[in-house]
């Protein structure tokens, strides 16, 4: 019996591989049919998952039987301590010998087991994270190798984590939280102008009193050297689910580039004993604005970050275009790149504007300087 707002789709014996047996033989795995191999026994329906023992089948006392069910989670999110809420159980029923009429076990809500098969990892239930809203992971510097990196970080919560929550920061392997050795990190807060009220946007807060940063691997098996890719953000008070939150936290890049990583980075919060409660869904995004993947991706290192170089910018209008019904065209220049490359060209303007490739022109020949067409 699952939890309500849970339903179930299939079942199968569970993989042969999983790290639980390790090396085991024999894997102690005992396991009933899948579902949907003809006459299979199950009944699936709901939250209730139901395999009918057939004529002619016995389940041993003392068997370890393991299922695999694909089940449809709860369109809300189900914290892993909602013990009246979240709760899994298991319910049998037999004829038992010579009797007729069928014998109802109690169902048996799941408990935590420690010691079996050497896992710790046995627990009563599993949580259904909510959304985070509107994150987005902003670097300062997208080449590869910088140390003095400002990633800038933007959420809004589903669910409030209560006095002495976390949020996580996990970043593709190699990067590095730990600016300040051995594993601390160092979070700070935006410049003013992104906590300013106006403009008709909702306000961003900065985190409720930072008590603590602290880098950690973010895999078992551990990180190259000393790099520590995922930040352990403590608080003091609770993340609110009203506010949207933004603050940096310093950053050492990775030295290379490796497929994937635009699609690693993530945020999530948890509660004071660490359970998880909101997170990024199915990635962190670059800025959720943007066109480009579906969905966006976040970001990657670049082999350089570029020639600072000043630019110019001319506009056709300084008028808004609500004031003159038409559109202005803005001509940039001189871009000046370090080295041949074939790639995109990303120009991110501020929050109000809409950029469009109206009567776009690569090569204008009445600027000066222009030697090229981009």
């Known amino acids: 019996q699952l939890p309500a707002g849970y339903s179930c789709r299939a079942a199968a014996p569970t993989p042969r591989n999983l790290l639980v047996f390790r090396e085991t033989a024999p894997q102690g795995r005992g396991s009933l049919p899948g579902s949907g191999a003809g006459e299979d026994g199950w009944q699936l329906s709901g939250a209730r998952c139901t395999y009918l023992v057939r004529a002619g089948e016995i389940l041993p006392a003392q068997s370890m039987i393991f299922v695999m069910l694909d089940v449809q989670q709860p369109s809300a999110p189900l914290r892993l301590d909602g013990a009246t809420l979240n709760r899994w159980a298991l319910q049998l029923n037999s004829k038992g010998w010579y009797r007729i009429e069928e014998q109802t076990a109690h169902a048996v809500p799941f408990q935590e087991a420690k010691g079996i098969f050497g896992s710790t990892d046995f627990g009563t239930a599993v949580a259904v994270l909510g959304r985070l809203g509107q994150e987005s992971l902003q670097p300062d510097n997208f080449a590869a190798g910088a140390t003095d990196v400002d990633l800038f970080v933007f959420f809004q919560p589903e669910q409030a984590s209560g006095y002495g929550g976390k949020v996580i920061i996990t970043a593709p ?57 995922r930040a352990v953000i403590s608080l003091r008070n609770s993340l609110l689910t009203k506010y949207v939150y933004g603050f940096k936290i310093k950053i050492f890049s990775k030295s290379d580039y490796d497929t994937g990583d635009e699609d690693a980075w993530s945020i999530a919060t948890a509660d004071s004993s660490g359970q998880s409660l909101d997170a990024s869904h199915p990635r962190t995004r670059l800025n959720p604005a943007t066109g480009g993947a579906d969905p966006p991706t976040g970001w990657a290192t670049f082999a350089r970050r570029g020639i600072d170089q000043d630019l110019r910018m001319e506009f056709s209008s300084l008028r808004p275009s609500s004031l003159t019904g038409s559109l202005a065209s803005l001509t940039i220049s001189p871009l000046e790149v370090p080295s041949d490359f074939t790639a995109s060209c990303r120009l991110i303007a501020p929050l109000g504007f809409e950029l469009l490739a109206t009567d776009f022109v690569f090569f204008e020949d009445a600027v000066p300087g222009v030697t090229a067409t981009w």
């Open 173 to 229: 392997l190699g990067f590095n939280f730990a600016v300040n050795p051995p594993d601390g990190c160092l979070v700070e807060q935006l410049p003013n102008i992104y906590y300013r009220i106006g403009n008709g946007h909702q306000t961003t807060h900065y985190l409720p009193v930072v008590t603590a940063c602290l880098g950690v691997c973010s895999v078992t098996s551990g990180c190259q050297g000393t790099t520590l890719n």
